[in-house]
């Protein structure tokens, strides 16, 4: 508890794994803090992550915490509740009581997916209910899909799920939805709630879906750095908020100088590839920074 650390890197999923990696390659002294909630742990496996294809997200981490572990770097479980500056550095409370002070921090924790408020998709979700065609299109090519107006982006999610079936079916959901693709049947009326089966409507109806598509919002883990002076923005799109994130510049540097941010926390669309290679780019600036 009284070591200082060079790098404290707020959440072991891809972006902080790779950073701490590559931190401790550059033999920095670097602690990882993981609270164990990964934004993707409801899916089988890990898609478009080159030479990784199908890996089940809980093996992917168990993978990049051995290989950083190799080099030095430290892991202690738990969420931060507070960061704050101290001592020209920082200083992270953990929800055990516990803190741990750093020259600099790197937040990869990540984002939450905020889920339409319909009866089954909560359940369903990462398994046939879906919201990336990149990540799920293949494992559902050719069947039977379903897509569930729920925010500004429902023309946009019909049109690129054509890519991987003939046969999507767009519910309005009560919405107004411009521009939908003629190859596309539109359904009018309320969703009342989904199963495996597909989608009961509020006149009672009942349409069979092999897969159901929900537009979610991705919503930055980032309250705990309200201390600092970070708060997050909103993410419009066609005029609705489609995420929230915390603004960085393309390294990953923030406005509180000694803190960088890396993934989903500050690129709510990045996979898991592109996360990582967040957390690679923001840890070799910081090691720059920390030589300088």
């Avoid at 009284?2 to 707020?10: F, K, S």
């Avoid at 990869?108 to 990149?134: K, M, N, Q």
């Avoid at 521009?179 to 049947?185: I, L, M, Q, T």
């Avoid at 980032?222 to 923005?233: C, E, I, K, M």
Wanted: aromatic residues 6%.
């Amino acid at each position: 508890m009284n070591e200082r650390y060079d790098v404290i890197i707020i959440g072991g999923g891809a972006a902080g794994l790779s950073g701490a990696l590559t931190l401790a390659r550059a033999r920095r002294r670097v602690l990882v803090v993981d609270g164990g909630q990964p934004r993707n742990a409801p899916a089988e496996g890990v898609h478009n992550y080159l030479g990784r294809e199908n890996t089940p997200p809980g093996e992917l981490l168990r993978i990049g915490r051995a290989e950083a572990g190799a080099y030095g770097a430290q892991f202690a479980e738990g969420n931060v509740v507070d960061a704050r500056a101290e001592g020209g550095g920082f200083r992270v409370e953990l929800d055990d009581d516990t803190s741990h002070t750093a020259r600099k921090l790197l937040v990869a924790s990540g984002s939450t997916d905020e889920l339409p408020d319909i009866a089954g998709v909560a359940e369903g979700f990462g398994r046939w209910v879906l919201h990336c065609p990149y990540c799920h299109g293949w494992e559902v090519r050719d069947r039977r899909i379903g897509v569930i107006a729920t925010g500004a982006m429902a023309a946009h999610q019909a049109l690129l799920w054509t890519q991987w079936s003939d046969d999507v079916v767009l519910f309005t959901n009560g919405r107004e939805v411009a521009g939908v693709p003629a190859k596309v049947r539109v359904v009018e009326g309320p969703v009342q709630r989904v199963e495996a089966q597909g989608v009961h409507l509020g006149n009672g109806a009942f349409v069979e879906r092999d897969a159901i598509v929900v537009q979610t919002v991705p919503t930055a883990r980032a309250g705990f750095l309200a201390g600092l002076g970070l708060a997050t923005v909103d993410l419009v799109m066609q005029g609705e908020a489609v995420a929230t994130y915390v603004p960085a510049d393309p390294t990953g540097r923030t406005d509180v100088p000694g803190v960088w941010v890396a993934g989903n926390v500050t690129d709510p669309m990045a996979q898991v590839i592109v996360a990582a290679g967040g957390g690679l780019k923001a840890a070799a600036a910081m090691n720059m920074e920390l030589l300088e």
